[in-house]
């Protein structure tokens, strides 16, 4: 399990590249990236990702010990950027590695289910107009509900 | 003890983490004790169905304790990914 919180960009070829190379034993890797969206309406000068150091990186393993305790899990690799960002410039990814499609593809959806609202992140989009904080939504913790059901 | 915070809370509060003095029991005690002291806590913390607590850096809710804490952290829902 690989866990990091860095300002720096990174290359997600290469980190992909890098989780699965060696991993005889696991036939299915499934990996998402999150950029940052511009706005439809007025259009974004950048995102600022605010986060709470130390919290965030328990929050993180937590989250990534949970996908391992519920699914069958070869390994799980998180990064997750902070500071200022552009439209289309990379603000995560996950990637989950199993013996199995099935499982890879649910870790990896329960692993942004819960890093959306129980990491310890918050956006604000800054526009010509001013700026402004990323209101969570309803739906997050519907998502989140799904997984307690589950 | 050291409370910190987050995103919008940390702009009205105008800080983003304080040492404070406290006798307060739980989160909730700690809210109404800041909330007494000066509007902008007041202002903050006016609506507590739209803030989010972390104890000790663990999330938790507003009647928690905070007997023997290090650090207590207000901000609102997150919003990673």
């Known amino acids: 399990m690989r866990i990091v919180v860095q300002e720096a960009p990174f290359d997600a070829g290469a980190e992909l590249n890098a989780f699965q190379a060696g991993k005889t034993d696991m036939g299915a890797i499934v990996s998402f990236s999150g950029l940052v969206r511009d706005l439809p309406d007025a259009p974004l000068r950048h995102m600022l990702i605010e986060h709470y150091p130390g919290m965030t990186e328990r929050a993180l393993t937590k989250i990534a010990q949970d996908a391992c305790e519920r699914w069958s899990l070869g390994d799980v690799l998180v990064i997750h950027r902070f500071g200022q960002m552009a439209p289309g410039d990379q603000i995560m990814m996950v990637a989950t590695a199993s013996p199995h499609r099935k499982d890879a593809f649910a870790a990896a959806d329960f692993l942004m289910d819960y890093l959306k609202s129980r990491a310890p992140f918050w956006k604000k989009e800054v526009t010509a107009d001013g700026s402004d904080w990323v209101a969570a939504k309803d739906e997050d913790e519907k998502a989140l509900r799904q997984w307690q059901q589950g | ?81």
């Open chain 2, 1 to 81: 003890m050291d409370v910190m915070y987050f995103a919008w809370v940390r702009e009205r509060i105008g800080v983003p983490r304080e040492t404070v003095e406290t006798e307060a029991a739980t989160v909730a005690d700690l809210v109404r004790e800041l909330s007494a002291r000066e509007e902008r806590y007041e202002v903050a913390f006016s609506d507590l169905d739209a803030l989010r607590v972390a104890v000790d850096q663990d999330l938790t809710d507003f009647d928690a304790s905070i007997a023997g804490a290090r650090e207590v952290a207000f901000f609102p829902p997150m919003t990673g990914g």
